[in-house]
């Protein structure tokens, strides 16, 4: 496939780098915060280490596949490979490297090709007996699922002119099916909510968050071409009615003691079972409004056809379709919406798929599951290796509190990755699913990742007076 400057790659390699997040042609030259392009938030890394098809990746193709990446997941391994599609510069590339070969032969006492490529051996093919994996089709609904006319809202100001709307979530259960789910999600279960509990309307915003450290920063994403002036760095994701990203774990439960210590109301972040019901609402599809089949420009903000849409005047064809998107449709947004953009789900919740993916309270473990609950497996290496513990499923116990009982009792070790949901702009609706998990460090602040919270509605209502409740008309 080649390139607006003459350079030439593979499909197989066009395919694979899309799912890779690494700097582009001329990224954003300021000074980046920690772990930006670290490998964990590479769609490739996560699927594989979750165990995308049951793959299992060994040490050594762990940190080869990892020193690719850190090396901005190059497509030609020498300069001569570069240029190999035009004669002149492949006949001054050769020249060249025979010279620097010469010299390093004369004066370093070396005779080294660094252009060479070595013999590679070649793979042995193995058989493998198939198995009948279990599959059911799952239905998608007749109509899109009505916003309920009874919803009760809560609006609490957290600064002079700065308010943070709550949306009342009633106790109750869902019976789930996932369709074609990944191995660390839950196949065959019951979602169940014992007490109610206040959910932020929308995620919490980069105005609301400057309340509690007006330094903060969510930067921008990098561009994909040349720059030819500060406003072609990137796009901003810094407006005050975006939602707030570059926000660790950590930082997310900083603010959530901040804003308790403000309103004297007890706000957290949520569990992966309050998350999930406040999302689904009711429904068992794979995202609220129906299946990933479905058109999701009225209701998420996921990749669409405006990621391959050309915003450098200068270099018309300066990048090909780098990102994974669902061109079908169009949501008109390159990156996060401002909060409320696309329609509330029936319990009026906004932008609990896609736009950006939000923390949630419960520590990370990946799943095996037992009795009637499927036959998955966990593969990520660094289970196996005890950096992160492995939860056994079974009946209807909540995860969080089944990991919680094995921390405390020895079985496992403490987790430090915290569990991610919902998906952002960047991904396509599979990732945006409301059983689709994903996890990352505390302390690591994800550039397409921030976070919404919950309220416990009886201290609310024993110690504070002020939070005025609503009722949507």
Not at 460 to 472: F, G, H, I, Q, Y
């Amino acid at each position: 496939i080649p390139s607006a400057f003459q350079m030439h790659f593979s499909p197989s390699y066009m395919k694979l780098r899309r799912w890779v997040h690494t700097p582009t042609l001329e990224s954003d030259a300021h000074l980046l915060p920690p772990r930006d392009f670290h490998a964990d938030n590479s769609r490739l890394v996560q699927i594989l280490r979750d165990g995308h098809y049951m793959v299992r990746l060994d040490k050594e193709a762990w940190d080869r596949l990892i020193t690719w990446i850190d090396l901005n997941a190059p497509f030609h391994g020498s300069w001569q490979e570069v240029v190999a599609a035009d004669p002149v510069k492949l006949a001054a590339a050769r020249h060249g490297a025979t010279r620097r070969r010469e010299m390093n032969r004369r004066y370093a006492g070396m005779d080294e090709d660094p252009d060479a490529i070595g013999d590679v051996a070649v793979l042995e093919k193995k058989t493998y007996s198939s198995f009948q994996a279990l599959s059911f089709a799952e239905d998608a609904p007749k109509a899109v699922p009505p916003i309920r006319d009874d919803i009760e809202m809560t609006a609490v100001e957290i600064a002079p002119g700065v308010t943070l709307e709550l949306v009342r979530i009633e106790p109750g259960t869902i019976v789930i099916r996932t369709f074609n789910a990944y191995p660390n999600e839950r196949k065959f279960y019951s979602l169940t909510i014992e007490e109610p509990f206040l959910m932020g309307r929308f995620e919490i915003t980069n105005e609301q968050y400057r309340c509690f450290d007006p330094d903060h920063d969510s930067g921008l994403v990098t561009g994909e071409a040349y720059q030819f002036g500060d406003n072609e760095r990137g796009f901003t994701l810094n407006r005050p009615e975006q939602p707030v990203v570059r926000v660790s774990w950590e930082q997310a439960m900083r603010f959530c003691e901040w804003l308790s210590d403000r309103t004297g109301m007890r706000f957290s972040l949520p569990t992966e079972e309050q998350w999930e019901y406040a999302c689904r609402a009711g429904t068992a599809t794979q995202l609220w409004y129906g299946t990933v089949d479905c058109d999701f420009s009225p209701y998420a903000n996921f990749s669409d056809a405006t990621h391959y849409t050309v915003h450098y005047p200068h270099v018309p064809n300066a990048h090909p379709p780098w990102r994974p998107a669902d061109t079908r449709f169009d949501d008109t947004w390159r990156v996060a919406a401002p909060v409320g953009s696309f329609k509330a789900n029936p319990w009026g919740l906004h932008d609990m798929h896609g736009n950006v993916a939000e923390w949630t309270r419960s520590k990370y473990a990946a799943l095996q599951f037992c009795g009637t609950q499927g036959l998955t497996q966990a593969s990520d290496q660094r289970e196996r290796d005890g950096s992160v513990p492995v939860l056994q499923f079974c009946g209807t116990q909540g995860l969080t509190q089944a990991s919680d009982q094995r921390e405390r009792d020895g079985s496992v070790p403490v987790s430090t990755r915290k569990v991610v949901r919902g998906g952002s702009w960047l991904d396509l609706p599979r990732r945006g699913r409301s059983a689709f998990r994903l996890h990352y460090e505390a302390s690591q602040a994800v550039f397409d990742v921030g976070f919404r919270v919950v309220c416990d509605v009886f201290q609310t209502l024993a110690n504070n007076k002020e939070a005025v409740p609503e009722t949507k008309e």
